[in-house]
């Protein structure tokens, strides 16, 4: 069985920075296209971020693009994503997902993440 467990969530100011990381267990990670997902308070989940097995591809959506970047190291089974220049509207719990065709097969338990204006 897969698992994947987040961790670097925090508080920090706006404009500062933070990283995360998802670490994956089970499994063949280097094989997996993973991603990053966010639910605000009172909102449903937000898909960011997306990076594919070999990281040659990556996506991301309008809102974190520039500010966010997705990575990953296949020696470590674990996916990253440095956040900078934090707003306040970034507070969210992050998750990060991913599997062997699509995002949806495997999801960590979420990380919090608290942006003060």
């Known amino acids: 069985q897969v698992q994947l467990v987040e961790s670097g969530g925090g508080l920090v100011q706006a404009g500062g920075s933070l990283r995360l990381s998802c670490a994956a267990s089970?499994?063949?990670?280097?094989?997996?296209?993973m991603g990053w997902f966010r639910q605000a308070p009172g909102k449903g989940r937000e898909f960011i971020a997306r990076i594919n097995w070999n990281s040659e591809n990556t996506y991301y959506v309008d809102s974190v693009k520039g500010r966010f970047t997705i990575s990953r190291d296949n020696a470590k089974n674990t996916v990253y994503l440095q956040m900078n220049s934090l707003k306040h509207e970034d507070t969210a719990v992050y998750y990060c997902a991913g599997g062997p065709s699509s995002l949806s097969s495997y999801w960590g338990q979420g990380t919090q993440v608290t942006v003060s204006s």
């Open positions: 089970g499994g063949m990670f280097s094989t997996y296209v």
